[in-house]
């Protein structure tokens, strides 16, 4: 099998940093793109490692945010004090939510690196959870903030987050329809959903590491270059999208995502484009 070109890692690593905070599923533009292109499908172990690339740039975009939680959350451990603090309940709250996806995601690991992969799974968790997230945004109440957190509240987001093991659904997208409908405001669900997913990104990618460098198809360099524009893309399309969620709705992302299911639909019916 090839190796991964350098030209296949720059579009790759663009449509990572592009896709992955946006509701729309990074995991679905790498397999329609690679399909497409008529390029090997580069794995879960390659998505893995890139996506550290753009979990970078989430921890240098809320670096204060997380140098809080991290600090105070530590320090509550030992100060009973420090425990009411938000930015130790916070600390908890991510970790909860956090085992909802560890969990599945090791129950299921061959089905989610094999069969999920399948493009018709994909166009139908596009087309399925854009409709989802379209109704959570249209109709729900936009008043809840961080202070309205709760476990109860955390560990929905985190089974939320969790559904992101299917390819098409959108790690952001599940995380924040399930912010809204719980009645979150916009830019609050995306904000949770961007630290919720720190750990698991990079957890995944620690036990993905392994694989990769097993894998003919993937090359280290060409995928650390990959990894640096998911990076540089991604800091872009946070910076942009928190400014865009503080006054606008969800309404393109969810035309985007029905308007790109039903392509590749019809893709997959007419033979154009191979389901895997």
Avoid: C
């Avoid at 109704?135 to 109440?141: T, Y």
């Avoid at 998911?230 to 865009?244: E, H, K, N, T, W």
């Amino acid at each position: 099998m090839e190796q991964l070109s350098w030209l296949q890692a720059i579009v790759l690593g663009i449509s990572q940093g592009l896709t992955e905070f946006l509701p729309v599923s990074s995991t679905a533009h790498t397999l329609i793109i690679a399909r497409l292109l008529h390029w090997p499908d580069p794995g879960a172990a390659f998505t893995a490692v890139t996506q550290v690339g753009t979990e970078l740039a989430v921890v240098i975009y809320f670096r204060a945010e997380i140098t809080a939680i991290i600090s105070t959350w530590g320090r509550s451990l030992l100060n009973r004090e420090l425990r009411s603090d938000p930015n130790a309940r916070m600390g908890w709250y991510v970790i909860l939510g956090t085992l909802p996806i560890a969990v599945l995601g090791i129950a299921f690991k061959d089905a989610i690196e094999t069969t999920a992969r399948n493009l018709w799974v994909v166009a139908f968790a596009l087309i399925f959870m854009g409709l989802i997230l379209g109704a959570a945004d249209k109709f729900a109440k936009h008043v809840f903030n961080e202070a309205n957190l709760n476990l109860r509240r955390g560990l929905l987001f985190g089974v939320g987050q969790s559904l992101a093991l299917i390819p098409g659904v959108s790690r952001s997208g599940a995380t924040i329809t399930f912010g809204l409908a719980m009645g979150f405001k916009r830019e609050v669900a995306a904000r949770y959903s961007f630290l919720l997913a720190i750990p698991a990104v990079f957890a995944s990618a620690a036990l993905e590491a392994n694989k990769i460098s097993a894998d003919t198809y993937v090359n280290w360099p060409a995928t650390l270059f990959a990894t640096v524009v998911a990076f540089i893309v991604g800091y872009l399309v946070i910076a942009a999208l928190m400014r865009y969620l503080s006054t606008r709705t969800f309404a393109p992302f969810v035309i985007y995502r029905v308007v790109l299911g039903g392509l590749l639909l019809a893709l997959l019916a007419s033979g154009t484009i191979s389901a895997t």
